[in-house]
């Protein structure tokens, strides 16, 4: 397996950990419970910035060019109407 494809893999795992964290958190009474996982997030966080950045650094991962103002306006029309 190549460094690219490590690389992959490990951001897709590191997203994965985010999405449970932000479901797992709102549904937990046990304050004490809820600050560990708050805690834990955040450094899946800090670690899926670091293995974004290393992805960009080695072109690994190239993001989409950014929206333009019309399309901004478009999508915010969309979400006005609803």
């Known amino acids: ?3 690219k494809t490590m690389v992959a893999d490990a951001l897709v795992g590191i997203n994965g950990e985010l999405k449970m964290f ?3 958190i709102p549904q937990t009474e046990n304050k004490e419970l ?3 996982l708050k805690q834990m997030r955040n450094q899946c966080e800090m ?8 992805a960009r650094e ?3 991962y190239v ?5 333009t103002q019309e399309e901004i ?3 915010k029309s969309i979400v006005q109407m609803k």
């Open 47 to 54: 670690s899926q910035e670091k293995m974004y950045e290393a």
């Open 22 to 24: 932000g479901d797992m």
């Open 58 to 60: 080695r072109s690994y």
């Open 34 to 36: 809820k600050q560990c």
């Open 73 to 75: 306006n478009h999508v």
């Open 63 to 67: 993001p989409a060019e950014k929206a």
């Open 1 to 3: 397996m190549d460094e």
